[in-house]
């Protein structure tokens, strides 16, 4: 079974930065694809980016792209979320999630292309 554990959300500024970490264990991280998705309260969870598992390739969605970076580190089982140039919309509830499939395709962008999910860490962005 696997498990993550994300960390490194708080509470920041508009215009500041924050990177997100998700730690995994119990299965076999370097040969999935990972996902990050979001929820704000009363909205449903979206999709955030996205990285296949080599880390060469990564999908972003439009609300994020050019602001945020995802990527992997292979030999510490970990993905990450760098994020800048926060903006208020950016609140939400941050979740990876892991799809035992190595590539991305077009369903990457959907909750249900993942296998196994995290509890999620919450990141608030003030004006």
């Known amino acids: 079974q696997v498990q993550l554990v994300e960390s490194g959300g708080g509470l920041v500024q508009a215009g500041g930065s924050l990177r997100l970490s998700c730690a995994a264990s119990?299965?076999?991280?370097?040969?999935?694809?990972m996902g990050w998705f979001r929820q704000a309260p009363g909205k449903e969870r979206e999709f955030v980016a996205a990285i296949n598992w080599t880390g060469g390739s990564t999908m972003y969605a439009d609300s994020v792209k050019g602001r945020f970076t995802i990527s992997r580190d292979n030999a510490k089982n970990t993905v990450y979320l760098q994020m800048n140039s926060l903006k208020p919309e950016d609140t939400a509830a941050y979740y990876c999630?892991?799809?035992?499939?190595?590539?991305?395709?077009?369903?990457?962008?959907?909750?249900?292309?993942?296998?196994?999910w995290g509890q999620g860490t919450q990141v608030t962005v003030s004006s």
């Open positions: 119990g299965g076999t991280f370097s040969s999935y694809a």
């Open positions: 999630a892991a799809d035992t499939r190595r590539s991305l395709n077009r369903g990457s962008r959907s909750i249900k292309n993942y296998d196994y």
